[in-house]
């Protein structure tokens, strides 16, 4: 039929096409010598077949809209080879978490090349003659040409500094200025390179419960790191410095963290890594605002050529935190060792070989009475230490009273 259409040369019409078959079946059944048809007599033989290809038929449908309707998908997955460049793509968008939220590590290494190893040298006159002691301690470069700060009691009476950088080269220093009573010092680094800088921020804006990070390089070692929050930062402390506000953390500050930057989470030094109190959680930093202003008039006695006027000419080798009432009152909610003390004065740190440290005093105690009299801050022992008399000391070691006698020595 579909020839006989393409020979007239009349286009294809289904319909047409449809009708014109039917009629060819009829005239062949009708012209059948048997009667009733062949076609006809072959499908009433086989009905059974078309009723099975219908139901197969039927089934595949409703089952093809099944599938459809409920997005339910059954064929072999595609496999596409990956290109280098699809590689690269994928690694560009995928964050990592420890790369995405370590916002304290991120922190980190922003700020520890800076961060350095103070190692000292320092002779003591004894019984037997001069003894060379050595001590160490944390610091951090302020500034390209090696100045180094830290805290005035990693630095004391030391004759020789020799710094360790964070790459683990080694340079000797120069002990510039310093401060006793704000405990902060100053080294400058002999050294003609360019060094990496810490960025100074505002201890001025802190707030109470910013994350802080105590940063150090405690015994050697590459950059030790505790974190905690800010307690507050209206932790007046009478004795050390007139007017000083210190930071307290919960941070902890290691052995030797001492004289290293208290950073915030953008990588700035809000303070001045001190003391830490007599039980765990409680520790104290130098802000930084009171550190630029001891940097600026270093600055100004170092254009000016005038002698370094902060060092007592005694010392017996501690270093003190006045215990105010509000400070014992923490220290006694953790500890039951200082419940019968009212006042006194507590050392984050002896220095070994010290005039202290030989008479027997060590980090950890409590100073409540010079000379028979109580002792209500700091203060009043560096005035003891600045006239060189010997010293009758009463205190708590734990829970045991024990006494002392330390007689101040010369720095130089």
Request: proline share 3%; glycine share 8%; charged share 20%.
């Amino acid at each position: 039929s579909f020839n006989i259409l393409a020979r007239a040369g009349r286009p294809w019409n289904g319909s047409l096409f449809v009708r014109h078959n039917l009629r060819f079946i009829h005239k062949t059944n009708h012209n059948d010598h048997r009667g009733g048809g062949a076609i006809w007599r072959h499908v009433r033989r086989h009905w059974w077949t078309g009723v099975v290809a219908s139901s197969v038929g039927l089934l595949s449908w409703i089952g093809y809209n099944y599938i459809d309707n409920n997005n339910v998908i059954l064929r072999m997955p595609t496999i596409y080879a990956k290109s280098k460049e699809d590689e690269d793509d994928v690694n560009e968008s995928k964050v990592l978490r420890s790369k995405q939220y370590n916002f304290i590590a991120q922190a980190v290494e922003m700020t520890a090349p800076t961060v350095v190893h103070v190692e000292t040298a320092a002779t003591n006159r004894t019984f037997y003659g001069d003894v060379v002691t050595r001590g160490s301690g944390s610091g951090f470069i302020v500034s390209q040409d090696g100045l180094v700060l830290t805290n005035a009691h990693v630095i004391e009476r030391a004759h020789a500094v020799k710094v360790k950088l964070f790459d683990g080269s080694e340079l000797a220093g120069e002990v510039i200025d310093a401060d006793v009573e704000a405990d902060l010092a100053l080294i400058k680094l002999r050294t003609k390179k360019k060094l990496p800088a810490m960025t100074l921020g505002s201890s001025s804006q802190l707030r109470p419960g910013e994350w802080v990070i105590a940063m150090g390089s405690p015994l050697s070692l590459s950059n030790t790191i505790t974190a905690g929050i800010v307690s507050t930062v209206h932790r007046e402390v009478p004795g050390l410095h007139s007017g000083i506000q210190y930071i307290q953390t919960d941070a902890a500050i290691n052995v030797g963290n001492s004289g290293g930057p208290l950073v915030n989470l953008d990588g700035e030094a809000i303070g001045i890594n001190t003391m830490k109190a007599v039980v765990s959680g409680i520790s104290f930093a130098i802000p930084i605002d009171v550190a630029k202003e001891f940097l600026n008039k270093a600055k100004s006695r170092s254009s000016t050529s005038k002698p370094m006027k902060s060092y007592m000419n005694y010392y017996i080798g501690i270093s003190m935190l006045t215990l105010t009432p509000s400070i014992l009152g923490e220290i006694k909610a953790r500890t039951d060792k200082l419940d019968d003390i009212t006042t006194g004065v507590f050392l984050p740190n002896v220095a070994t070989g010290s005039p202290a440290y030989r008479a027997g005093l060590r980090r950890g105690d409590v100073i409540t009475e010079v000379n028979g009299n109580s002792v209500t801050n700091s203060k009043e022992i560096y005035d003891i230490v600045k006239e060189g008399v010997a010293m009758h000391i009463k205190g708590r070691r734990g829970s045991t009273d024990f006494t002392s006698y330390v007689t101040p020595e010369s720095k130089f």
